[in-house]
């Protein structure tokens, strides 16, 4: 029972280390006050956004790997397909590592790409106008992936004791809804 407690506690902790769109978005509305700035500033926030990839990754195989483990040890690896709130986990978790690799592999490699042909102080405006529409892609897919980690948060807690489904839909509209306002604006008093 200890080792199933000690596993819990790592599933859950990796789950609140998957914060990365939710701190993604925090920098790239960050980067956004600046308005033109020196090209140095870009390549830094590209910097941070371009490292959390490995770290999601990590977090991603760590929850996958500790919630099978929980799993099997709660009960039968079948339940992963027959119990509803566990695939739709499943299910999120995948969807978030198919999201990750998107910008890991296609968008995230083009801006760098496009980065490093500027030259001088500032980024050129041709070269930004090329970067923009893949920096406000990969801002929109931080935004689904913050709410598809809110709603496997708030599966996670009904595995064993499911809320009532008109409050499940209300966490769940309160999810959208928060991933929405860390999409417009940069939330500095978080909550508020």
Not at 105 to 112: E, G, K, T, V, Y
Request: aromatic share 10%.
């Amino acid at each position: 029972m200890e080792l199933y407690k000690v596993i819990n506690f790592l599933h859950v902790l990796t789950v609140v280390f998957m914060s990365a769109p939710l701190y993604n978005l925090i920098v790239v509305n960050e980067r956004a006050r600046f308005g033109k700035a020196h090209i140095q500033v870009d390549r830094y926030f590209e910097s941070l956004i371009r490292g959390n990839a490995t770290r999601c990754y990590v977090f991603q195989i760590t929850a996958l790997v500790t919630g099978v483990l929980l799993v099997g040890l709660g009960g039968s690896l079948v339940s992963l397909v027959t119990n509803w709130v566990l695939l739709a986990k499943l299910i999120l978790l995948l969807v978030l590592t198919g999201l990750l690799s998107v910008v890991t592999f296609s968008l995230q490699p083009r801006i760098d790409g496009l980065l490093a042909q500027a030259q001088g102080e500032a980024i050129p405006q041709e070269i930004g106008a090329q970067i923009a529409p893949l920096r406000l892609k990969r801002k929109r897919l931080a935004t689904l992936c913050l709410f598809l980690v809110i709603t496997a948060v708030l599966l996670g807690l009904q595995v064993f004791s499911p809320f009532a489904l008109p409050l499940t839909g209300l966490l769940i509209l309160l999810a959208a809804l928060f991933a929405w306002r860390v999409y417009r604006t940069p939330i500095p008093y978080g909550w508020v």
